[in-house]
């Protein structure tokens, strides 16, 4: 009787112990999906930024185009 009850004991604690380590688990992944989540957001607004300053950049390079041609064309007119 002794050693039965020790054997369901053990087994008791064994199950607890598994019980808590998935527990665990679980808190563990869902720490990791919300680490990941903002993470992705954080990665969004970066790329919204960089898409902003793309075209930020790229309106500053047409004005200096535009710019460069009329002051070319300026200097073709006083050459003249």
């Known amino acids: 009787m002794k050693r039965r009850s020790m054997m369901l004991l053990a087994l008791a604690i064994c199950s607890l112990t598994l019980f808590s380590c998935g527990m665990g688990a679980s808190r563990q992944a869902d720490e990791m999906k919300k680490a990941a989540d903002s993470l992705t957001k954080a990665l969004e607004e970066m790329n919204k930024g960089l898409d902003s300053m793309s075209k930020a950049m790229q309106a500053t390079s047409d004005s200096a185009l535009q710019a460069l041609d009329s ?4 200097l073709e007119k006083a050459e003249k």
């Open 71 to 74: 002051a070319s064309k300026a």
